[in-house]
């Protein structure tokens, strides 16, 4: 069964720092391009990263562009997504997801085939 498995998530003050790993289970992530997103009580879930299968094509939600860096390794089957300069309203549960595509981010929700089960991160003081 093909899998996704966030990590990383966890409470931190603001401005502080945080690392999410996503990481597929029972699959090569190389033919896959890889979105972010996130989901805060209450509010609809938001794209905050994608990255092209081969790394090359990035792209950020205006909220976190400067802040957060996605990157991915293929030989470790693993994408990150560095957030620093956390804000409380980046306190939401992220989640990865994944379409098998080589021309740039996934294309849209529709077409993510594998999703994650989430990791919490909780930015208060």
């Known amino acids: 069964q093909l899998q996704l498995v966030e990590s990383g998530g966890g409470l931190v003050q603001p401005g502080g720092s945080l690392r999410l790993s996503c990481t597929a289970s029972a699959f090569t992530l190389d033919f896959y391009a890889i979105a972010w997103f996130r989901q805060a009580p209450g509010k609809e879930r938001e794209e905050v990263s994608c990255?092209?299968?081969?790394?090359?094509?990035?792209n950020y939600a205006d909220s976190v562009k400067g802040r957060f860096t996605i990157s991915r390794d293929n030989a470790k089957n693993t994408v990150y997504l560095q957030m620093s300069s956390l804000k409380p309203e980046d306190t939401a549960v992220y989640y990865c997801?994944?379409?098998?595509?080589?021309?740039?981010?996934?294309?849209?929700?529709?077409?993510?085939?594998?999703w994650g089960q989430g990791t919490l991160v909780t930015v208060s003081s």
């Open positions: 990255i092209s299968n081969s790394g090359g094509l990035t």
């Open positions: 997801a994944a379409e098998r595509y080589g021309s740039g981010c996934p294309r849209g929700i529709a077409y993510l085939e594998v």
